[in-house]
């Protein structure tokens, strides 16, 4: 705040206490796989994309959901264009995420590092390297006996119950094997 003469607009919560839910876990089948993040690059957006797309053709049985984006920064109706066989659902309240959690076969967690530019806002004052610091979204998977698929990047390895699951960044086709065995 000082060193940009910015105020502070917004500070988020932990993300701690809300894992521990309350919800009983519905008995459903578990047939999505999901991502849930902003629609941006450093949070391997496009890998989830391609992976989903060359899965979509093989297994028509299978959900690919997309949760999360940035109202200001995509256009959510440019996706479900370009990728009819992807779900894609803007933010939404922690019940009906944990809903979707509930209901899918794997969270797919493809951060990767990067070098600041991907995010328009945040460009415009200084270009920072970013990698994945913690992945909330991981905690919040297992909470709700959700399996993790992730890049090895960042702190994820760190976070992430079983090495097998995690895929060298950028790795396209080990990350879409991974989601098939899942």
């Not at 000082?2 to 105020?7: D, H, P, S, V």
């Not at 959690?101 to 270009?127: A, E, F």
């Not at 992730?150 to 079983?162: C, L, M, R, T």
């Amino acid at each position: 705040e000082n060193f940009y003469k910015l105020k502070t607009l917004n500070v988020l919560p932990n993300g701690v206490p809300e894992l521990f839910y309350n919800k009983e876990f519905k008995e459903t089948n578990r047939d999505t796989v999901i991502f849930i993040g902003h629609f941006i690059e450093r949070k391997g957006f496009s890998d989830f994309l391609k992976a989903a797309e060359s899965l979509a053709e093989k297994h028509s049985d299978i959900n690919f959901l997309a949760v999360g984006g940035r109202a200001d920064l995509v256009d959510m109706s440019s996706f479900e264009k370009q990728y009819p066989t992807i779900k894609f659902l803007s933010w939404m309240d922690r019940e009906s995420l944990i809903d979707y959690l509930d209901s899918s076969v794997c969270l797919v967690m493809p951060s990767k590092k990067s070098d600041g530019k991907d995010v328009p806002l945040v460009k415009r004052l200084v270009s920072v390297p970013w990698s994945e610091q913690f992945g909330r979204v991981i905690f919040e998977a297992y909470s709700r006996s959700t399996p993790v698929i992730a890049y090895d990047s960042g702190a994820i390895s760190e976070v992430v119950i079983s090495p097998d699951n995690l895929v060298p960044e950028g790795d396209i086709k080990c990350l879409t094997d991974k989601i098939e065995e899942a």
